[in-house]
């Protein structure tokens, strides 16, 4: 089992950049398959942004290319989602998810929200 904490979520303007960073603990790092953001807003299903295996192989949805980068540093138990030229309809909820042996565990999340 892994746990999983993100941060840097918070309020920028529309064309600003944010990182987001998801640090986890209770596993070791590298064992970890894939690495994923989602993201979430009311009333619809969550959403894969960004995935990122152990191989640093690393997949977007068509809706963030070229302006979301996922990386991943295994020495500090870290997955990152850099976020820039944000629109309005990127604000969401993103939560990061790992798969390890078969199981996903999830994140408690953190919001990100774009001023038009």
């Known amino acids: 089992q892994v746990q999983l904490v993100e941060s840097g979520g918070g309020l920028v303007q529309a064309g600003g950049s944010l990182r987001l960073s998801c640090v986890a603990s209770g596993s070791i790092f590298f064992s970890i398959n894939t690495l994923h953001w989602y993201r979430q807003t009311p009333g619809k299903q969550r959403e894969l942004v960004a995935s990122i295996t152990s191989g640093f192989s690393t997949i977007y949805a068509d809706s963030v290319k070229g302006r979301f980068t996922i990386s991943r540093v295994n020495a500090k138990n870290t997955v990152y989602l850099q976020m820039n030229s944000l629109k309005p309809e990127d604000a969401a909820a993103y939560y990061c998810?790992?798969?390890?042996?078969?199981?996903?565990?999830w994140g408690q999340g953190t919001q990100v929200t774009v001023s038009s």
């Open positions: 998810a790992a798969d390890i042996s078969g199981l996903r565990s």
